[in-house]
Structure formats: structure tokens, C-alpha cells
């Protein structure tokens, strides 16, 4: 099937989200969509799949021009889409969830479990996307999760399939996983429409690369011919450093000790064992491995989110295990957490709440009972010029804000208070090539004030990026840290739990 | 610009009350007001279908019928407009009814704003009344100044105290809070009945449960001479602006606030969600204990079994009409006030069942948590927006 988007237009009042965008998708081609947070691509696809309609353009499949009123429309049409967050019933079993609004019946008009598991079965052989009909979505890894949508779109037979943003739940391995179905699909004469910020999935699924920016098409390139340098300044409108720009690290004194901690959670399972780390004052010291292997919990535990079951916490020489959150961030604690819509803003209230909300009810925004909103106010215009935060207004919902944007909220936060001890977990996730340049500086920056600064992030490139040393975290326990540079190769085998002496070919660890 | 991105997607472990939270909060005044003109309208219709002058016009034709049942309408509705605000004295019942609406409507506004529904007015009601009126008629020998404020100041804490428990019991156990204050209303109805048998309570001489007079030195004085409102309508506009200073400009409001919109977020800028929970509903609590309070040594002047008379609940409605927020609550009170002193007028004078108010409170509700009824009834475009917000992924 072959797509052809004409001159798609949509505005939102005040803003033209989409200005005539044209794209087309030839029959058995991976597009890539490229485009910063807030470029219009999730507008674009949302057009595309029925959930909004565009005010002008046309949508056009094998040359025949199709209007598309709801999502029912677009799928009888051939187009499936798998959505970010996943639109999953939880407590349903996968055959239910492929199966649900298409159920095959038995002559009691009963659902036909039978029949539901073979139709999925089929389909999952068929497209070489292995699953168990019969286990339920809930206790599925996230993975798998996807591939139970992407099976949902497959059998409502969809020769074109849009896959927004698909990699950003995943661990490189899965994401590896899901690259090899999307070549399978272009085998079978399928489309797929891939949005990505990342520019080597670009390069390594994509056979060309539509870039968006503002709204508009900028431009289509070849993958084969696409450089990554190239693209960033597509799709931000200006060069952009991919390299950071830091010189040596001047470490000084400790700032965090953690020594033997150990996390277990329910009381038996042990989620972080035995870990010993020190991060010194003018370092940043980044924690590499594949998600889920304990990262999370000992952020958590070293950031008062979590209760320490044994070992030592020491922040600057003094214990802050069993004090409270608000005491921890007060006493010079910074935290990047690692998912910002559930954990970093409180999306309903203003830009200028949110860059108070750690310090509520210190005396710098309130008198102890009552609010100083003037204070409020003028502290959130300063941080939001400083900080290069692109905001109509400091009122406007940190909702309404594009992702990378509701990041620096969270980065300006922790950094325009004094801190000691800087955690970021995950700092530039599902965040634009332009927002990541700046975040990097600013985490250097940090460093080189003298702050220590402990960086968890599943992407090796950033922790290569910024670390001066890098451990690795594997099934809760922690190896190294190493000086940095560690050579790529070497990281990975010990995210897989290859032993570091074995891993880093007898270098001294 | 990069600010041209639709909303992001509201956080996703969102409970009942999250979402009647967002649905409330996020309600413009002007769908309000429309689903106040259509409970009226649909009421009309209800009367004009239930009076009997309109069925008997039926046997005479369509017509007749017609025009039968809207004078009924009109006269019912004009008796519930001369009622409630056509002359001083009205404009005094109305007041009276708005005090107490006014303060248990505070009562569930407040923990709506922390994500918590307080279905437990009632019970908080009968507790302020029952400790607030206990000090009015027990303690003896104190001047107005001292005695009065002292009933007010036990009412609100007896209230607290009820108020608190299902609180504490959500911050330590995670029991709903929709049950355990419901449990509770009950089980303050029976308490009541009972302390009002015990000797040092109940009116010597009498064998039914009613409480012995509240002193005159703790009672409510009357605004004007002759009508019956009196000091409780003050006591709860200050009330009201002390509560819109304690959501909207206070530091425990901002955490009410934050942890009602998403929890994690509020414990991860160091707030607790436990505490906060607590002080949601012992504040609460004692909002309702005001209005008991209130009603007790005001209007009634001795405590009576029911004498709250589903005012806890009334206090629902008044939250979820004034949107949530103060003004709105004060704005609601006053109108469903309005309501139950003309409906009283309205069964006087034109013979319309006071139930039909009920009705129309009943409708509203409807609509209030119906938002989308009133969005299809009147073809009021959904927020700007709102179209683009229906799959959001973390990108553009």
C-alpha cells in the first residue's frame, strides 16, 4: 500500500501544529519521522489514524483520496497504529487483548477461546512475533506488551503500521528485537511509518527519513545518506554539539558513600545487594546496565524514596538513612527522577508551582504557613529565562509543555537550589536532540561548580558522554566503578553479566 | 516554540476519585450554570407532567394540556422565586438554609482538592452538633463573649475528631475513605440517639431522646429582629475565606493540592501523602462539626435525633456545583439555600411537592458529573484542545 499525505494542515488555536505537510510511504518501505518534541508528529499521526481530522490536505492510499472519521475508519483502511502508552486491558490475556472488538464467536454467541488462541497463534507465526495466547497482559515485560499491540494491528490485517515512538520503553535488546520484526514486516510488503528521536534507530531501520520541524516538512533524506550531524540540524533548525565539550574531572572530597546497601522489597527479594559507591565532590560517576537491575531501587534508597534494608547511606560524612524525603532534598540532595510525568511534575499546575514544589514551604517561597507568590512568581521568570525554558507564560500548566521542555522544569528545579549531590536517572529520556545538548552542558556545568553528580541512564552513549567513572549494575549489584573511557563492547558484556576482569580483556579494573 | 505540543496525558494509576476530582475541577462555570438551567428545565417538565390540573386538561386535548402545565410551571416556580429571594424574610430563610450548605459544602470541597471524597457530612454534622451543643447547655456562668465562641470552637473539634478517623485510617491502612465515612454516618446516628437518653443530656421529664436547651449565653444572636437568620451566616463566610486562604495561598494547601493531583509527584518533592490525607479530613472534619455546631446552637437550640437532616449530604451537591473551588461553594450554597427556602414556599403556595426540589438538586448533580450530557445537550464545543489529547505519547 502506498501513502501519500498532501498538504495535511491543523491548527490548535494559536498554534498551526501540522502547515501543509506532505509525505508519502511506498508499499514495503520503513519511513522514519523525525522531528523535536512539539514538531507536529503525533499531530500528523493522529490525523493519519482518525483521531483528529485535519482542516486542509488530503489523505491518499494507492492513490485514492480517503477520509478518515475515526480510527475504525483508518484500520478497515489498512492502517494500524501502536500507540506509546499502550491501550492494553491489563487483567485481559493476550489472545482477549489481539482478540477484543473482533471476537470470534461460537454458535452460542459466546467468545470462542479456541478459536481466538489459534487466530493469534496463526498471526504471531506468521509474522515471526512469538507470544503466549493465554498469559495475561499485566505480568507481560513492557516488550512484549508492544508486541501484543503491534499483533493487535497485524491481525486487523494493517499494511501499514505507525509505531510512535516504539523504542523508548524498551532495553536495547528488545528494541534489537523489535528491529528485526520491522525488517520482517517490509519483507511481507508491509509499510511502516517509524517515530524516533533517537538518529541511529533512524539509520538502523529506516530506508528514508522524513524530518519535521515546527510543523513542517523539512525535508526527505535517504537513510543510506543521512549523517547524523546533518539530521540534528534538520530537525533543530541550528548546528548542534552531539559531542559534550567537558574537560577532566577535579574530584574532591566524598559527598556520597553508599557502603553495602542492600534493598529488599517485598521483605526476602533482594533488589539491590551489597553495593559500594562513592561519588566526590566535581565528578560524575554513571551507573550503565539494562533496565530493571536494580538502578531504580538504589536510586530511590540513596534518595530517601525508598527504605534502606541494610548498609550505610552518608551524605557528606552523615547517615540519612531512615530521614525523610524532605529532609534528604533539603540537605543538598538534587533528583532527576527517571519518569518525570508520574514523579517530576504535577502536570495540572503551573510552570511556576512546579519550580517551587520541592521548596514549597521553604522560606524562600513562603513564610512557613502562608505562600509568597510574588516570590513564587519572580524566582520562575528568572529560572525560566536562565534556564531557556520556551513557555507562552510561567502560568501555563506544565502539562501543556512539550517533553523536553517539562525536563528542564525538572532540571531548573533541582539546580536553582543549593545541592551537594546531583541524581539523574535517565535525564534526557523521549527528550529532543536540542533539549539533550543542553541538559549534558548542564549537567557538566553542575559538576564543575563542584557538585558530585551520580548519573543512571540505559543509553551508553550518554553515560560515555559525561561519566569520568562508570559502573555497571547487573540482577542488583553493582561492578566497578571504572575510570572512564570504557570501550563500548566492554560495557555491554557486563550489562550481560560477563565478569569485568573477562570483559575489559585484563585491563586493570 | 516548541510549546505547541498538545497536553500530555494526565497520569495514568488514577483512581474514582482522581478522575471525579478532574471532572469537578476541570468543569468551566459556564457548563455549570448550563447544567443548573437544564436540572430547572427537566424539573419543569416533571411538573408540569405530575400536576394535576395538566392531567385533567388532558382529557380536553393536547393543547389545553399544554397550557395547563405551563402555568403550573409558572406558578410553582414563581412561588420558589418569591420564596427565596421576594422579600426580606425570604431572603432570611434562605440565608438560614445557605449557612449550613455553605459550611458542609466546605466540608467535601476540601478533601476533593486532596483527591479524597467525604461522603461523611453527616456523620461530622451530628458530631459538631452533639459536642458543640453539650457545651452550650452543660458549661454554666460564662458571658456570651466567652461561652459562645467556646460551643463554636467544640463544635468544629468534635466534628475534627470524626473528620480524623477515616483519615487515619486511609493514611495507615488504605481503608477507602468512601466506605469508612459512610460506616460512620451511621454509626453517629445511633450514637446520638443514644447519649440523647442519658440523664445529664436529656430534657428532664421528657421519655423521648431530646437534648436539654442550649444556654442563651451560647446561642447564635439574630441579625434582625423578627427573622429568623442569625450570627451563623457570618461565622461561615469567615469560615469560607479562611478556607480560601488555606487552599489557595497556604503552604498545606499547595500539598493538599499536589497530592491530590498526582501523588507521586507530591512524594517525590518531599511532601507526604499520608499526613496530608489526615489533615484533608480532620480539617473537613471540623467544617462539617461547624455547621452541626451551627445549627444547634442557632436555629435549633437543642439537639434532636436527625436533626442533620441530610445535610452532610447536601453538602455534595453544594461541593460539586461550586466546582470545587471556595467562591463556587459559597455561590452554590447560597443558591441551593435558595432552593430549600422557596421550595418550602413553593409547597405553601402552589401545592408542588417540596420533593421536586430534591429533584432538581438530584438533576443537577447529573449534569455536574455528567459533564459530556450537558456538552451534547446544548452543543458547547469540548475544551479547546481536548481533541488533540486523546493518544499522547511522550513525543510530539
Known amino acids: 500500500m502506498r501513502l501519500e499525505l498532501r498538504g495535511i494542515t491543523k491548527r490548535f488555536p494559536g498554534v498551526v501544529a501540522n502547515d501543509h505537510v506532505d509525505l508519502t510511504v511506498e508499499p514495503s518501505e520503513v519511513l522514519g519521522l523525525l522531528g523535536e518534541n512539539g514538531a507536529g508528529k503525533s499531530t500528523l499521526m493522529n490525523i493519519l489514524y482518525g483521531l483528529t481530522s485535519a482542516d486542509e490536505g488530503e489523505i491518499l492510499l494507492d492513490g485514492r483520496p480517503h477520509v478518515f472519521a475515526d480510527p475504525g475508519d483508518a484500520i478497515a483502511a489498512g492502517i494500524g497504529m501502536v500507540h506509546q502508552h499502550f491501550m492494553l486491558v491489563p487483567v485481559f490475556t493476550v489472545a482477549e487483548n489481539i482478540l477484543l472488538g473482533a471476537e470470534p464467536l461460537d454458535r452460542l454467541g459466546r467468545f470462542d477461546r479456541g478459536r481466538a488462541r489459534d487466530a493469534v497463534l496463526a498471526t504471531a507465526e506468521r509474522f515471526g512475533l512469538p507470544v503466549d495466547p493465554d498469559a495475561r497482559v499485566e505480568d507481560l515485560p513492557v516488550g512484549l506488551q508492544q508486541r501484543v499491540e503491534i499483533l493487535k494491528a497485524l491481525y486487523r490485517d494493517a499494511r501499514l503500521l505507525i509505531l510512535d515512538e516504539p523504542t523508548a520503553v524498551l532495553t536495547p535488546q528488545e528494541a534489537d528485537g523489535l528491529f528485526e520484526s520491522i525488517r520482517g514486516f517490509r519483507a511481507a510488503g508491509r509499510s511502516v511509518i517509524f517515530i524516533s528521536h533517537k538518529l541511529r534507530e533512524h539509520h538502523a531501520i529506516a530506508d528514508r527519513i522524513t524530518v519535521l520541524r515546527r510543523g513542517r516538512t523539512v525535508g526527505t533524506i535517504p537513510a543510506a545518506e543521512a549523517d547524523a550531524q546533518e539530521l540534528a540540524t534538520m530537525m533543530v533548525g541550528r548546528p548542534v554539539v552531539l559531542v559534550v565539550d567537558r574537560a577532566p574531572a577535579a574530584p574532591g572530597e566524598p559527598v556520597l558513600e553508599v557502603r553495602a546497601l542492600g534493598v529488599e522489597d517485598p521483605p526476602g527479594t533482594a533488589l539491590v545487594a551489597d553495593v559500594d559507591l562513592t561519588v566526590h565532590r566535581g565528578e560524575i560517576v554513571g551507573i550503565a546496565g539494562v533496565e530493571g537491575n536494580g538502578q531504580t531501587p538504589l536510586v530511590e534508597a540513596v534518595t530517601g524514596l525508598r527504605p534502606v534494608t541494610a548498609g550505610e547511606v552518608l551524605l557528606r560524612g552523615e547517615s540519612i538513612v531512615g530521614r525523610s524525603r524532605r529532609d534528604i532534598l533539603r540537605a543538598g540532595v538534587g533528583h532527576i527522577p527517571e519518569d518525570r510525568y508520574t514523579d517530576g511534575v504535577v502536570a495540572s499546575f503551573s510552570i511556576a508551582d512546579n519550580l517551587a514544589l520541592t521548596l514549597w514551604d521553604d522560606e524562600r517561597f513562603s513564610n512557613g504557613r502562608t505562600r509568597d507568590f510574588d516570590a513564587v512568581a519572580e524566582s520562575a521568570r528568572r529560572v525560566v529565562a536562565d534556564f531557556d525554558i520556551r513557555t507562552p507564560s510561567i502560568a501555563t500548566t506544565a502539562g501543556s509543555l512539550s517533553g523536553g521542555n517539562q525536563q528542564k522544569v525538572v532540571v531548573a528545579r533541582e539546580f536553582d537550589r543549593p545541592i551537594d549531590l546531583l541524581v539523574a536517572a535517565q535525564p534526557t529520556r523521549g527528550v529532543d536532540v536540542g533539549s539533550i545538548e543542553y541538559l549534558h552542558q548542564q549537567i557538566v556545568a553542575k559538576r564543575d561548580e563542584g557538585t558530585a553528580v551520580l548519573l543512571v541512564s540505559s543509553e551508553l552513549d550518554e553515560i560515555q558522554a559525561l561519566s569520568d567513572r562508570i559502573a555497571v549494575m547487573f540482577r542488583g549489584r553493582l561492578v566497578g566503578p571504572f575510570p572512564a573511557p570504557v570501550a563500548k563492547e566492554a560495557l555491554g558484556l557486563m550489562m550481560a553479566g560477563v565478569d569485568p576482569a573477562e570483559a575489559l580483556g585484563g585491563r586493570a579494573a | ?396
Open chain 2, 1 to 396: 516554540m516548541s510549546t505547541d505540543a498538545p497536553p500530555s496525558p494526565a497520569p495514568v494509576r488514577e483512581g474514582p476519585a482522581q478522575r471525579l476530582r478532574a471532572a469537578v475541577l476541570g468543569a468551566s462555570a459556564r457548563l455549570t450554570g448550563l447544567a443548573v438551567a437544564a436540572a430547572l428545565g427537566i424539573g419543569a417538565v416533571v411538573l408540569a407532567l405530575s400536576a394535576e390540573e395538566t392531567r385533567e386538561a388532558l382529557d380536553d386535548g393536547l393543547g389545553p394540556a399544554l397550557v395547563a402545565g405551563a402555568s403550573a410551571v409558572g406558578r410553582a416556580y414563581s412561588a420558589l422565586l418569591q420564596g427565596s429571594v421576594g422579600s426580606l424574610g425570604a431572603l432570611s430563610e434562605t440565608l438560614v438554609a445557605a449557612t449550613v450548605l455553605i459550611l458542609t459544602g466546605l466540608a467535601v470541597a476540601v478533601p476533593l482538592r486532596a483527591g479524597l471524597f467525604n461522603i461523611g457530612g453527616e456523620g461530622q454534622v451530628i458530631a459538631g452538633g452533639l459536642v458543640g451543643g453539650a457545651v452550650g447547655f452543660a458549661v454554666t456562668g460564662l458571658p456570651l463573649p466567652v461561652h459562645l465562641p467556646l460551643a463554636i470552637v467544640a463544635a468544629g473539634l468534635g466534628g475534627a475528631a470524626v473528620g480524623w478517623l477515616p483519615g487515619f485510617l486511609k493514611a495507615r491502612t488504605g481503608a477507602h475513605e468512601v466506605i469508612s465515612t459512610i460506616m460512620l454516618n451511621n454509626t453517629l446516628t445511633f450514637v446520638l440517639i443514644w447519649i440523647l437518653t442519658l440523664p445529664l443530656v436529656q430534657v428532664e421529664g421528657r421519655s423521648d431522646p431530646i437534648s436539654r436547651q442550649v444556654l442563651d449565653s451560647a446561642r447564635l444572636p439574630r441579625l434582625l429582629e423578627g427573622l429568623r437568620v442569625d450570627a451563623g451566616i457570618i461565622l461561615a463566610v469567615l469560615v469560607a475565606v479562611w478556607v480560601l486562604w488555606f487552599l489557595d495561598r497556604s503552604t498545606t494547601g499547595l500539598e493538599l493540592s499536589a497530592v491530590g493531583a498526582n501523588p507521586a509527584a507530591a512524594t517525590a518533592a518531599g511532601m507526604d501523602p499520608a499526613r496530608t490525607t489526615v489533615t484533608a479530613m480532620t480539617v473537613a472534619g471540623a467544617l462539617a462539626g461547624l455547621a452541626g455546631g451551627a445549627l444547634i446552637v442557632g436555629l435549633q437550640g437543642r439537639i434532636t435525633p436527625g436533626f442533620s437532616a441530610g445535610l452532610g449530604f447536601d453538602g455534595i451537591t453544594v461541593a460539586l456545583l461550586g466546582r470545587g473551588t471556595v467562591v463556587g461553594t459559597v455561590l452554590s450554597g447560597l443558591l441551593l439555600g435558595a432552593l430549600k427556602a422557596g421550595g418550602r414556599a413553593m409547597q405553601a403556595r402552589s401545592g408542588t411537592a417540596l420533593d421536586l426540589v430534591v429533584v432538581i438538586q438530584a438533576l443537577i448533580i447529573v449534569f455536574i458529573a455528567a459533564p459530556g450530557v450537558v456538552r451534547a445537550l446544548f452543543r458547547v464545543r469540548a475544551d479547546v484542545g481536548e481533541g488533540a489529547r486523546i493518544s499522547q505519547g511522550w513525543g510530539s
